[in-house]
């Protein structure tokens, strides 16, 4: 590991989630019955939470215990994965075989927890500041669009609470800022995972502030709900898998490039690139002098990718 500051160095110096004190709560009188607390969980809409829930709800998403195992696993080959499909899918098999020979021979498994998209998501976007051959230029320029998305969350989720997550994003990308090159990937994994529910969240609201806020792009793919319904149950909601529309508007509001490499069953005779992989790139993506972002998804999850060297 690389000798990094130490006050970034442990889990527990990471930014405590704010507490309300007692000085704060109104007075009651003895005979007066106080309400029962509600339970805060997951699926409670955002925009319903007080700062005092926030709080609560932001350490329980650090301090589950299931957040403390190895959401991001160490690179692996990619013909483990085959293994696991020769009794089953062949149509998958030669898709892995079409990546193997194309160079693509390793990943990273994500954890199965409906958040391996934003998560995988989160640290690719990460890893490729820290392998831009210009990360000052490279991390400015992310950072600015980062800033330009400000006013469409604020418009989205008052009171700023956006800004609860995100300045662990900002965080880790002062991190890298300031140690370059000599902050290794593995390193840049441990960092993220101290905190990868807040920038994972992070990222979920992103998207949604995008479909909220720009909804003319993403209304013909959402059926039997209205706009806001939709983006608290199938994007705010913690444990929500995402489908094309959130990854799309991801995209949108990061503008950044996404190759996604999908193992289908139903692919039929010779394997060509059209059949495994799908990019989505918006117009004004600002990463085109990148390597793009590389999912491996399956029904259900995404992979990390990794590519050719």
């Known amino acids: 590991m690389t000798n990094l500051d130490p006050a970034?160095?442990?889990?527990?110096?990471?930014?405590?989630?704010?507490?309300?004190?007692?000085?704060?709560?109104?007075?009651?009188?003895?005979?007066?019955?106080?309400?029962?607390?509600?339970?805060?969980n997951e699926d409670t809409p955002l925009d319903s939470l007080s700062p005092a829930e926030i709080a609560a709800l932001t350490e329980k998403m650090l301090n589950n215990p299931e957040t403390r195992t190895k959401l991001i696993a160490e690179i692996t080959p990619i013909s483990e994965l085959r293994a696991e499909y020769l009794d089953g899918s062949q149509s998958v098999v030669r898709q892995l075989d079409w990546l193997h020979?194309?160079?693509?021979?390793?990943?990273?498994?994500?954890?199965?927890?409906?958040?391996?998209?934003?998560?995988?998501?989160a640290f690719s976007y990460l890893d490729r500041l820290l392998q831009a051959p210009n990360i000052p230029v490279t991390v400015a320029c992310f950072r600015e669009v980062l800033a330009s998305k400000e006013f469409g969350l604020t418009v989205a989720f008052q009171d700023e609470i956006h800004k609860e997550f995100s300045e662990q994003l900002y965080t880790l990308m002062q991190l890298?800022?300031?140690?370059?090159?000599?902050?290794?990937?593995?390193?840049?994994?441990?960092?993220l995972l101290e905190v990868s529910d807040y920038?994972?969240?992070?990222?979920?609201?992103?998207?949604?502030?995008?479909?909220?806020?720009?909804?003319?792009?993403?209304?013909?793919?959402?059926?039997?709900?209205?706009?806001?319904?939709?983006?608290?149950?199938?994007?705010?909601?913690?444990?929500?898998?995402?489908d094309h529309i959130p990854m799309m508007a991801l995209c949108n509001a990061l503008r950044i490039t996404l190759k996604l490499a999908t193992l289908s069953s139903h692919v039929q005779g010779d394997v060509q690139e059209a059949d495994v992989f799908t990019v989505i790139s918006p117009d004004d993506a600002m990463d085109k002098d990148l390597p793009p972002?590389?999912?491996?998804?399956?029904?259900?999850?995404?992979d990390i990718l990794l590519g050719p060297n």
């Not at 972002?293 to 995404?302: C, D, K, Q, V």
């Open 199 to 242: 920038v994972s969240y992070f990222f979920r609201l992103l998207a949604s502030a995008e479909i909220r806020t720009n909804p003319a792009p993403y209304r013909d793919f959402i059926f039997d709900q209205e706009i806001d319904s939709f983006c608290k149950s199938q994007v705010e909601a913690v444990d929500s898998e995402a």
């Open 101 to 121: 020979a194309h160079g693509y021979t390793q990943f990273r498994r994500a954890a199965r927890d409906g958040n391996c998209f934003y998560r995988s998501v």
């Open 176 to 191: 890298i800022e300031d140690f370059g090159i000599a902050l290794t990937t593995e390193d840049l994994l441990d960092k």
């Open 8 to 40: 970034l160095s442990d889990a527990e110096d990471a930014p405590a989630a704010p507490r309300i004190h007692s000085s704060e709560l109104p007075d009651v009188e003895d005979d007066v019955v106080p309400p029962a607390p509600r339970e805060i």
């Open 293 to 302: 972002i590389l999912l491996l998804f399956r029904p259900g999850h995404y």
